[in-house]
């Protein structure tokens, strides 16, 4: 059974900084992985999809990576800002249909 | 283009009646449509797909018979939970997809938040 883990579950940082979150697996077999994001009582909004075939992905100050083999991904915000200030999901879609498996999420508070 | 709805975005109703929750893709017909539930600081776990015209597959430990699901059209699924309990307390997210299988994307609603006093 798939199990998706993300460190940490909550960060704080100042505004400006660069940051890093972890999004780990343990089943390898997967056909792809997406980040969201989630502001409080809201739902899903896609930020990055990464194809198993696929290293990294980038959006704008988001850069998405995938180590497949390793069972790891990472997302990197650049030069954070208060309006990052929101929950971030993994999810992995497993290779049997388009199931997603979510991790426990890290909530990111960006200071001003 | 891929918006999904979810009505209401929020219900308040009393423990031991029922309430019915819907969700709609509005640009897209969904093949499948999927049905997730978020406790407070918790990840979304899945209850639940539905294929149009097919009886839901529901996860393990989800009970069938409390948590209705109808997937009668292409556009629309419906979650019912019945004789709702304070614990069914939560937030109810659905997805929606173009097709099954390896490739199809889900799309997210807002989610609607279920109070049961």
């Known amino acids: 059974k798939q199990e998706v883990t993300q460190i940490p579950a909550a960060l704080s940082v100042p505004e400006g900084e660069n940051l890093v979150l972890n999004c780990s697996f343990t089943d390898s077999a997967i056909y792809n992985l997406q980040w969201f994001r989630q502001d409080p009582g809201k739902g899903l909004t896609s930020l990055l999809l990464?194809?198993?075939?696929?290293r990294e992905q980038t959006s704008g100050r988001l850069n998405a990576s995938l180590d497949k083999s390793s069972g790891r991904s990472t997302l990197y915000i650049a030069a954070s800002q208060p309006g990052d200030s929101a929950t971030y999901l993994c999810a992995v879609n497993n290779n049997a249909g388009n199931m997603l498996t979510f991790g426990g999420g890290t909530r990111l508070m960006v200071k001003p | 283009g891929a918006v999904v709805s979810q009505h209401p975005s929020w219900v308040i109703c009393k423990s031991g009646t029922s309430v019915k929750i819907e969700c709609r893709s509005l640009d897209f017909q969904a093949t499948t449509m999927f049905w997730y539930r978020q406790f407070p600081k918790q990840s979304l776990m899945l209850m639940a797909t539905?294929?149009?015209?097919?009886?839901?597959?529901?996860e393990q430990g989800v009970e069938k018979d409390k948590f209705l699901i109808n997937h009668a059209s292409l556009t629309l699924s419906t979650l019912t939970v019945t004789s709702a309990h304070p614990e069914d307390s939560s937030f109810y997210i659905c997805?929606?997809?173009?097709?099954?299988?390896?490739?199809?994307?889900?799309?997210f609603g807002p989610g609607t938040r279920l109070t049961v006093t």
């Open positions: 539905s294929n149009e015209g097919s009886k839901a597959t529901y």
């Open positions: 997805s929606a997809s173009k097709g099954t299988g390896l490739g199809y994307e889900q799309y």
């Open positions: 990464i194809q198993s075939s696929q």
